[in-house]
């Protein structure tokens, strides 16, 4: 995936000190955190584009004569997971769905070993752990690769054993709410109490459908406008500040 211009933490009108003050609402009485993957922990396919894995996977249903399952936006679609889920509308719940996401699972897998982490999430991610509020990881990718990444980072301990990731029913990807509401139940969460970060549209969707508050994090303007348009109130180009307003406010304390 490609970089536009880099976003700042704060707004062009607004100083720090007032994104600051702002974080410092966004985080207020939080004792949940639900992380996307891609996006706010890493860039999964820092290696290899998302869009070459998204044309591979387009090529590999042109080999097995099913190319004419994909519209011509589709068949241009540099998001993988957008092909892979026109596919499910197809053909919900098939062989041929199930071969399919096994086949991303594995790219996923692959790309693992050159994801590359975003800048602060670490030490946001131990902070956040350290003054007591719990966290988890929701995504769209396969479970199996967000805790091979975590495990090479250091940082599964603060997650396991919660990862929400993609199931073998692929119409409870983001924006249904699906692994979202699964990590309330599980950790035993009040929406209310909860905070989700993620990058992308679905990320908003998810999180609103499910009650709980939402951060954005934006790295380039565009990404940004997206997530505007979905009705994400608070975005962040960097994780930077909020690690420090984290930091600042170790009174958390999960309930």
């Given at each position: ?36 993957f ?33 519209t ?27 071969e ?22 670490d030490?946001?991610?131990r ?19 967000v ?20 199931t ?65 109130e ?22």
């Amino acid at each position: 995936m490609t970089s536009d211009s880099t976003q700042s933490d704060a707004t062009p009108t607004e100083s720090a000190a007032d994104e600051t003050e702002r974080l410092r609402g966004v985080v207020d009485s939080i004792g949940f955190v639900l992380f996307d993957f891609d996006g706010p922990i890493c860039r999964l396919f820092a290696g290899r584009p998302a869009a070459d894995v998204a044309r591979d996977l387009v090529q590999w249903l042109k080999e097995q004569g099913l190319r004419g399952l994909l519209t011509a936006d589709e068949k241009r679609e540099a998001d993988p997971y957008v092909v892979l889920r026109a596919v499910d509308r197809r053909h919900p719940r098939s062989d041929l769905v199930a071969e399919l996401e096994a086949w991303l699972t594995r790219q996923e897998l692959k790309a693992v070993t050159t994801a590359m982490p975003t800048a602060f999430v670490d030490p946001l991610i131990r902070t956040w752990a350290a003054v007591g509020a719990r966290l988890a990881v929701t995504t769209n990718n396969a479970p199996c690769a967000v805790g091979r990444y975590l495990e090479r980072r250091g940082t599964l301990g603060c997650f396991a054993p919660h990862i929400y990731g993609r199931t073998q029913d692929l119409s409870l990807l983001k924006p249904n709410p699906d692994c979202v509401e699964r990590a309330l139940r599980a950790m035993g969460a009040e929406p209310g109490a909860t905070l989700m970060i993620g990058d992308a549209p679905s990320d908003c969707v998810a999180a609103r459908r499910a009650g709980v508050r939402f951060l954005g994090y934006a790295r380039n303007e565009r990404k940004a406008q997206l997530l505007r348009e979905a009705g994400a109130e608070h975005l962040v180009g960097s994780l930077e500040r909020l690690s420090r307003v984290v930091y600042a406010n170790g009174n958390i304390k999960a309930p």
